[in-house]
């Protein structure tokens, strides 16, 4: 079992940055990979980022790259999405989630709110 709770929303203008934060407990840190997705209102949820087991590797969909960074902090058992040059279409509720076989997401957060005004 692994408890994740994510913080770190909130309301920032267009082209403004936020961190989020997903702290994590339960299960060994080092043995699961670790996701944020996002669901836009009135969308289906997306996948935003992921990073390995090991913070060796990190994945991005198309839309946040060069914007989106995520990562971990093994002494924290937490994992980051820092968010710059935020745009109004990345308003969305942010998950995060673990996963101890790739790609399968079996623990989630309950959410936190990201709303970019313009």
Same mark, same amino acid.
């Given at each position: 079992q692994?408890?994740?709770? *994510?913080s770190g929303g909130g309301l920032v203008?267009?082209?403004?940055?936020?961190r989020l934060?997903?702290?994590?407990? !339960? @299960?060994?840190?080092?043995?699961?990979?670790?996701?944020?997705?996002?669901?836009?209102?009135?969308?289906?949820? *997306?996948f935003v980022a992921a990073i390995n087991y090991n913070g060796g590797r990190t994945s991005n969909a198309d839309s946040?790259? !060069? @914007?989106?960074?995520?990562s971990r902090d093994f002494a924290e058992n937490t994992v980051y999405l820092q968010m710059n040059s935020l745009r109004p279409e990345d308003t969305a509720v942010y998950y995060?989630?673990?996963a101890f076989r790739?790609?399968?997401?079996?623990?989630?957060?309950?959410?936190?709110?990201?709303?970019?005004?313009?």
């Open positions: 692994v408890h994740l709770v *994510e203008q267009a082209g403004g940055s936020l934060s997903c702290v994590t407990s !339960g @299960r060994t840190f080092s043995s699961y990979d670790v996701g944020w997705f996002r669901q836009p209102p009135g969308k289906e949820r *997306e946040v790259k !060069g @914007r989106f960074t995520i995060c989630a673990a790739s790609g399968h997401y079996d623990y989630w957060g309950q959410g936190t709110q990201v709303t970019v005004s313009s």
